[in-house]
């Protein structure tokens, strides 16, 4: 799915609500949370959490 010029994506069509920017917050979230190797588990289960909050 092509993003109009300057406008953002649907990440899925039954959360249009959530935009890639919210996305890429999310996954931001993500990757500061995994900082060290003592967060890893951590942000593996904040990754397989996602998808689930997407598809709601």
Known sequence: MA???G???ELLGDRSDIT???M???LTGIA????T???REQAD??????PD???R
Not at 32 to 35: R, T
Not at 45 to 50: I, Y
């Open 3 to 5: 993003a109009p010029v």
């Open 45 to 50: 289960g904040l990754l397989d959490l996602t």
């Open 32 to 35: 500061l949370a995994s900082g």
């Open 7 to 9: 406008g953002d994506v």
């Open 24 to 26: 890429f917050a999310a």
């Open 20 to 22: 890639a920017t919210d």
């Open 37 to 39: 190797p003592e967060q």
């Open 53 to 55: 909050g997407l598809s």
